[in-house]
């Protein structure tokens, strides 16, 4: 219904925003012998090109900077920086950039994209949910609420080469996504 109300008031065009870190996160967790790790990365940015009529034409865009990584714990963030892990020297950025849009409901997108981590690129599929619109009472402008995870295989990426990967490490590693934006 409220898209009906929307198409009869005029052509919808596509919004651009952009992630408003300081409402955001990016996060992940991965099996560590018989518990899990979390972890987050501070320094990201992005911007989502959305066209609420027509989905399919919409265009997502992220990077994170690896060496931002937070773990609660700085040795172990600075074995994670090194080569037996990200390498965040030779690969100091992780990016997504989306090839295809599916809506599977008002409230549920399939955004498949291109992941670029570690000097490899695979596409995976990221099942984004749309947590809301609206106006910011801060500032008049258009916000939009999305939330999203996948699992990724780190051998699949490379990050898995210090030699006691396999013995403490679970090859698993979920990536949690919570991003508020405005429009640009």
Wanted: glycine share 10%; hydrophobic share 40%; charged share 20%.
């Amino acid at each position: 219904m409220l898209a009906t109300a929307t198409m009869a008031a005029g052509p919808v065009l596509a919004e651009t925003y952009t992630i408003d870190t300081s409402h955001s996160n990016v996060g992940f967790s991965i099996r560590h012998l018989v518990s899990k790790t979390k972890g987050t990365f501070a320094a990201f940015g992005g911007t989502i090109k959305y066209d609420a009529a027509h989905p399919e034409k919409s265009t997502f865009n992220g990077s994170i900077d690896v060496a931002s990584i937070d773990t609660q714990n700085e040795r172990r963030d600075g074995h994670l920086k090194s080569a037996d892990f990200f390498d965040a020297a030779q690969f100091p950025t992780i990016t997504f950039a989306s090839t295809k849009v599916e809506k599977k409901s008002d409230s549920l997108l399939h955004v498949t994209g291109d992941l670029t981590m570690h000097g490899i690129t695979k596409a995976v599929t990221l099942p984004v949910e749309i947590l809301g619109s609206g106006t910011n009472p801060m500032n008049g402008k258009k916000q939009i609420g999305l939330a999203g995870e996948v699992t990724v295989k780190a051998s699949d990426f490379g990050v898995n080469s210090w030699e006691n990967f396999n013995a403490i490490l679970g090859d698993d590693v979920k990536i949690e996504i919570v991003v508020e934006a405005g429009a640009a």
